[in-house]
């Protein structure tokens, strides 16, 4: 392993919550025996903040689903895929039809119809900036990585059949939480966004590790040479994952690491 990529919500922590001591001695420890450790994630580059600095990752870091990979320290853009304009339109109008919130990103900032209670939880606990804009169709949306629609969780399944047939095919519909499905480019993954990083760093796929969790890291986990799941994964992911180790409440990335790099 020359490359790791981690996904952060519930792969490597439970929501709102910091990585662990345990956590950050073993990323140290992969560091410390040559391994390049990157966050890929649905998040945007403040969101990851926390975590970044916690671990002191500041390695390339892949967010928004793979739309958007930047310096991992000062946040410039080394790639970036963005959805066009009409299909934003197409997505929130999509989720007007089931009438369920959507929310788009302008960098890092959460933009969105109305403030409800998911949206007074998602920004607070990401500490992001937002907008409440009632005309949001209306502004320049030429660059919007991703659509984020929250949803029942106890109907992911059967909305996310029904969403994905009503939206283009070349529109990802992927979850990365539970009640989480998010609306991006089928070329724009983790896994388009990891093959980069590792050619930026060049890195072959074989010394390529990636973990995750839900369906937004599926990409990842199938291109890189080693794909890991947590046990807490969905079955899906699990199925396609060439390791399952201990789930995210139980710190089985940290365990994982502590296995290869501290047998003792």
Sequence with gaps: MKLLALDIDDT???TGKLPSERLIRAVRLAEENGVTVILATGRGFLGTKQIRDSLSLYSPLIHYGGAVVSDGRTGEHLYANYLRPQDV???IAV???FGFHAQIYEEDTVIFRAPNEFTERYTGILNLPYIVDPNLLYRPLDN???VLYAVDPSREQELYREIRSLLPKHLSVLCSKPGF???GSVSSTKGTALEKVAAMLNIPREEVTAIGDNTLDLDMIEW????VCVANANPIVKEKADLIIG????????????SLFDPS
């Design 247 to 258: 789930a995210c409440e139980d710190e089985g990335v940290a365990a994982y690491l502590e």
């Design 95 to 97: 989720a007007d039809t």
């Design 89 to 91: 339109v197409t997505a």
């Design 144 to 146: 919007i990585p991703k």
């Design 12 to 14: 490597l922590v439970g």
């Design 224 to 227: 890189a040479g080693t794909g």
């Design 181 to 183: 499905i998010e609306i």
